[in-house]
């Protein structure tokens, strides 16, 4: 009898979620016009929330989200703002954006989305992924129209030029302050997002004042944690510049080490520096020599008495690293704490996707007076799949 009313209990709870899903799909769908409603019924597609939206793309990286976001907008619209992480798949050009999504699991969440309630390109571009053969297709209808509202956009290239060039925005690199010193977007002031609480200050008195985030490219999200901290101090006009200082130095725009030289300085006796462990020494204090050992891995020959730690989070860490990495999120240990957990006895060479946290790793330990004679970071921006890694060595300051 008891079994029967436990089984009874979960059916009506089941009923009522059921029934409670469906009343909050109505809802939704009645704020689409007549048009979208009849092309969303059309594919019985789903539509998801701002909430739903905003947990779905992470720490703001394409990495972090766990669904992929699609703006079915024109590319100009796309360009001008769009919800972090998103690819862009105009409706009226599906086959020629589409390839973008050729390595994508087909049962992956998708979430498309366009210009708004009345906008028929996102159920269209939907409709289009399902018959590519994507199962799970979802769509944030209110689109980028409520997200601006909700939320900071993610802005390119493009933007960033005028902001620079018309002095329009107050432009902020989040990256730590070494790397500031070393190179950055001119005019640019430098807050450190894990400086944020101590720096607020410098941030505008008007609360409506226009301000542009970036750091060390699409796979860095200290930019997005700055965004999200102003917009909970009430600042309303901030955005993102995704593709920060890598894709400002790939288009040959002009940064604050542009006029320094190249030349390549070499120590007194005209030899390269290494470590007493035979690290080849990089030029700035604390890294390991990029290009050299960018070859060692690409090589598969990392010797055996130096041990890579990716410092990034373990779901980073799970979507790819390189090979023979151990991971050991830095963030949230104390200096004492992080020389504990690092394996003894070998040179260390921390590294993130794109530098910055890498280099806040070392710089704990340094800064606690710790012997970093055998701990180095890897200054490069990382991408990688598994264990297959594209690597893209940062230029030294010296």
Not at 188 to 200: E, G, Q, R, V, Y
Not at 202 to 218: L, M, Q, S, T, W
Not at 241 to 265: M, R
Request: net charge positive; glycine share 8%; charged share 25%.
């Amino acid at each position: 009898m008891r079994v029967t009313k436990i089984l009874a209990t979960i059916a009506l709870v089941s009923s009522l979620f059921v029934a409670n899903a469906f009343a909050g799909q109505a809802e939704l769908l009645s704020k689409a016009s007549s048009k979208v409603q009849k092309l969303i019924k059309a594919d019985n597609l789903e539509i998801v929330d701002f909430e739903y939206t905003k947990k779905a793309i992470g720490k703001g990286t394409k990495k972090s989200a766990s669904a992929v976001l699609v703006d079915a907008r024109p590319e100009a619209k796309y360009k001008k703002s769009t919800i972090p992480s998103s690819i862009n798949i105009p409706d009226t050009k599906f086959e020629e954006y589409f390839p973008q999504l050729k390595d994508t699991a087909k049962n992956k969440e998708i979430i498309v989305y366009c210009g708004g309630w009345k906008c028929g390109k996102s159920p269209k571009v939907a409709s289009m992924l399902k018959k590519k053969g994507f199962t799970n297709v979802k769509l944030y209808q209110a689109g980028e129209p409520e997200w601006l509202k909700k939320s900071y956009p993610e802005v390119s290239l493009a933007v960033m030029k005028s902001v620079q060039g018309k002095n329009s925005a107050l432009m902020v690199d989040a990256r730590p302050y070494k790397k500031v010193l070393q190179e950055t977007i001119p005019g640019s002031i430098a807050i450190p997002d894990t400086k944020l609480d101590t720096l607020i200050g410098r941030f505008p008195a008007n609360k409506d004042e226009k301000i542009v985030v970036f750091c060390g490219g699409f796979n860095c999200s200290k930019s997005h944690k700055v965004a999200n901290a102003l917009l909970k101090k009430g600042y309303k006009n901030v955005s993102v510049f995704a593709g920060g200082l890598p894709q400002w130095k790939e288009a040959g725009l002009a940064t604050t080490a542009s006029a320094s030289s190249n030349t390549v300085v070499k120590s007194d006796d005209n030899e390269p520096k290494f470590s007493k462990n035979s690290v080849k020494l990089g030029l700035d204090e604390g890294t390991v020599d990029g290009e050299w050992f960018k070859k060692l891995i690409l090589q598969k020959n990392v010797p055996s008495n130096i041990q890579i730690v990716d410092v990034t989070s373990k779901e980073e860490f799970k979507s790819g690293h390189l090979p023979g990495a151990i991971n050991i999120n830095a963030g949230k240990l104390n200096a004492k704490e992080l020389l504990e957990k690092l394996p003894k006895g070998k040179s260390i060479v921390f590294n993130c996707t794109a530098g910055g946290r890498s280099l806040e790793a070392w710089t704990k330990l340094y800064d606690a007076k710790i012997d970093v004679s055998e701990i180095f970071y890897f200054d490069a921006n990382i991408d990688c799949k598994g264990t297959s890694c594209e690597i893209e060595v940062n230029e030294p300051l010296g």
